[in-house]
C-alpha cells in the first residue's frame, strides 16, 4: 500500500519562474491538502481539493492555486515566484469522511523549493 | 484569527531525563492532532485527543488534552536519541475543516 507520493522531491527555481508539484494520495484517500512550510517553522494550510474542488483556503494569496484530477491526485502551481516562496512543499492527504477538520494527514515527503 | 503556539521551541536533554512540550490556542479546539518530524523528514501523525481532559498514552509517550479544549501536553519518560525530532501540536482551524499547526518544539537528546 504506497503512501503519500510527491514529485519533484528537489527543485531549484529563480524569481518570476512558476513552478508545479504534483502529489499522488494515499490509497483510498480522497482529500488532498498542501501545506508550506518555511524552515524551523511549522506547516502553513494553504488549501484542501475535495471531489476536484477547492474546499478550503489558508492565508495565501491568488499566485498560488491548485488542482484536484478525478483520480484525486493533486497539482500545485505557483506563479511569479518570490524568494520567500523557498520552502518545503508538503502534501498530505486524508479519508475525507469528516469533513477534514478531525482527519488525520498522511503526509508525503515534500518537495524542497529553492528560488533564487 | 486562530493561533497555536508551543513552548519552548527548542529543549535539549540528557538521554533518560523526561521532556515535557506545551501546547495553547487562543481558541476552544474540537480536537487537537500531534506530530513528528524527524530532522529531514515529514510530519507524522502520533494520535489525536477529542475529549475534555483526556489522557493517552503510547509506550514512553502520555499526552493529555486540557479541561477546557485549549490546551495540550505532551510528556516523554526517559528520552531516548530516537525520540529526536519536532514535535507539533495541529488544531481544525476555526469552524473550517483544516489544521492550525503550532511552531512546534525541537528536542535533541544527548546520548
Known amino acids: 500500500d504506497a503512501g503519500v507520493t510527491q514529485s519533484p522531491t528537489h527543485l531549484i527555481k529563480t524569481r518570476g519562474q512558476q513552478v508545479t508539484l504534483r502529489c499522488s494520495p494515499k490509497?483510498?484517500?480522497?482529500?488532498v491538502s498542501w501545506y508550506q512550510q518555511a524552515l524551523g517553522q511549522g506547516p502553513q494550510f494553504i488549501f484542501q481539493?475535495?471531489?476536484?474542488?477547492?474546499?478550503q483556503r489558508g492565508n495565501f494569496p491568488d499566485r498560488f492555486s491548485g488542482h484536484q484530477f478525478p483520480n484525486y491526485s493533486s497539482e500545485l502551481h505557483v506563479n511569479a515566484l518570490l524568494l520567500g516562496d523557498s520552502a518545503l512543499y508538503l502534501c498530505?492527504?486524508?479519508?475525507?469522511?469528516?469533513?477534514?477538520?478531525?482527519?488525520?494527514?498522511?503526509f508525503g515527503p515534500g518537495t524542497r523549493l529553492t528560488v533564487l | 484569527g486562530q493561533q497555536v503556539m508551543q513552548i519552548p521551541q527548542y529543549q535539549h536533554v540528557q538521554e533518560g531525563e523526561d521532556f515535557t512540550t506545551y501546547c495553547n490556542s487562543s481558541?476552544?479546539?474540537?480536537?487537537i492532532q500531534w506530530y513528528k518530524q524527524r530532522p529531514g523528514g515529514h510530519p507524522v501523525f502520533l494520535i489525536q485527543?477529542?475529549?475534555?481532559?483526556e489522557v493517552k498514552k503510547q509506550k514512553r509517550l502520555t499526552f493529555q488534552f486540557g479541561e477546557a479544549k485549549k490546551n495540550s501536553s505532551l510528556h516523554i519518560t526517559a528520552t531516548q536519541t530516537t525520540d529526536v525530532g519536532t514535535y507539533f501540536c495541529?488544531?481544525?482551524?476555526?469552524?473550517?475543516?483544516?489544521?492550525?499547526f503550532g511552531g512546534g518544539t525541537r528536542l535533541m537528546v544527548k546520548p
Open positions: 490509497s483510498g484517500h480522497d482529500t
Open positions: 481539493y475535495y471531489e476536484e474542488e477547492e474546499r
Open positions: 485527543l477529542v475529549k475534555s481532559g
Open positions: 481558541t476552544t479546539l474540537s480536537n
Open positions: 495541529a488544531g481544525p482551524r476555526d469552524a473550517g475543516n483544516m489544521l492550525t
Open positions: 498530505a492527504s486524508s479519508p475525507g469522511t469528516s469533513g477534514g477538520g478531525t482527519d488525520t494527514q498522511y
